[in-house]
């Protein structure tokens, strides 16, 4: 029997009820916005699902597209009320990592639980949040390295890459020691490390306890 795949289906009428693909949750035809080359008119997402996209698109694949220099940009207006969603996200992958970040400055060295392309786009955030002046999570060692590089120090986020991938099963502790295990190892090659703690660097820069 030939099935039909475009065009609207005569017997599903706008009031009937619609299951989104990507929660699974079945709703009513309003909460699907209208998508004419479906057969069942409507997007294959709720309404909410595509919200909680357009936040993970905002906010994590290209955040810097939500920006402006004055402080009025959409991340700024909404950046606590999705905060609890980001997080959620960033805590739904648990495939710990360590990873490294190239400059002409030297290379920094993190790990990370979330999955690869959020952790990245936070980096993006937290510099171009210190770019404008809040602090909250400045990295010094790297985003003064970005500060030399001006406009390219997009670039240089570019370079992140994975060094080695853990059980789920480890703690932050492990993960941290593999970190630091990678930082003596660089460190040992003489490669210029823009990590303070872990590093010869964070014995130099330390404040005493009060
Ligand atoms: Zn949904």
């Known amino acids: 029997m030939a099935k039909q795949n475009r065009g609207p289906i005569p017997h599903l009428q706008p009031s009937e009820f619609h299951q989104c693909l990507r929660c699974k949750k079945t709703k009513s035809a309003s909460e699907f ?4 080359s479906r057969p069942t008119l409507k997007q294959p997402h709720c309404k909410a699902c595509n919200k909680e996209e357009g936040v993970f698109f905002r906010h994590v694949l290209k955040p810097e597209y939500y920006w402006s ?18 997080n959620d996200y960033i805590r739904a992958d648990k495939v710990p990592f360590v990873y490294s970040i190239e400059t002409p400055s030297g290379i920094y060295i993190g790990c990370s639980r979330a999955l690869f392309v959020v952790r990245k786009g936070r980096h993006k955030i937290d510099y171009m949040r210190y770019v404008r002046g809040q602090k909250s999570n400045f990295i010094p060692g790297l985003h003064k390295a970005f500060d030399k590089e001006g406009e390219n120090w997009i670039e240089s986020l570019e370079t992140m890459k994975i060094l080695e991938t853990f059980p789920k099963s480890f703690t932050q502790s492990e993960l941290l020691t593999k970190e630091r295990g990678y930082i003596k190892k660089y460190e040992k090659q003489g490669i210029t490390l823009l990590n303070i703690a872990g590093t010869k660097n964070h014995v130099r820069t330390k404040t005493p306890k009060p």
């Open 33 to 36: 916005y209208k998508c004419s």
């Open 69 to 86: 220099e004055n402080g009025t940009g959409y991340f700024e207006k909404d950046y606590r009320k999705t905060l609890d969603y980001y």
